[in-house]
């Protein structure tokens, strides 16, 4: 598919931009009060010139049982789904998204969906967002 023929979807893309800058600043918050940082701009690592990945800061937030193992899944998916959305022409819908992800990430998937209450992947997945 040429890239003139592809729909952009930029409403998605966007909610998925918004939700994940919301989600990303609250572990920052979360994790600078549980370290007794209360100015992110004189900080290396919370500041504009970010030095820990989203990724550390939540195994961080795990490792001081401030989240549980379900919760870091759930916000490793959310960026996951970050990625191929904002990285990816062709990441336009979450049905190609669930098409194409590998095995193990439909393993984390699936556990994730088996997490919650309601079985349809469509509506857990937008949870995430």
């Known amino acids: 598919m040429e890239n003139s023929e592809i729909s952009l979807n930029l ?15 609250s572990i920052n918050n979360l994790l600078m009060g549980h370290l007794g ?5 004189k900080t290396k690592n919370f500041g ?3 030095g820990i990945s989203f990724k550390s800061k939540t195994d961080l937030l ?9 919760e870091v899944l759930d916000l490793e998916l959310q960026m996951i789904f970050r990625n191929k959305f ?4 062709n ?3 979450f ?8 095995k193990g990430l ?12 309601e079985k349809n992947i469509e509506k857990n997945i937008g949870k995430l967002i």
């Open 62 to 70: 795990y490792d001081l049982n401030i989240l549980t193992k379900e």
């Open 11 to 25: 409403d998605l893309r966007s909610e998925i931009l918004e939700k994940s800058l919301y989600t990303e600043n």
């Open 86 to 89: 904002l990285h990816d022409l």
């Open 91 to 93: 990441f336009n819908s």
């Open 106 to 117: 439909i393993n984390k998937l699936a556990k994730f969906i088996d997490n919650n209450e």
């Open 37 to 41: 940082i209360f100015d992110k701009e």
């Open 48 to 50: 504009n010139k970010a």
């Open 95 to 102: 049905e190609y998204a669930i098409n194409k992800l590998d």
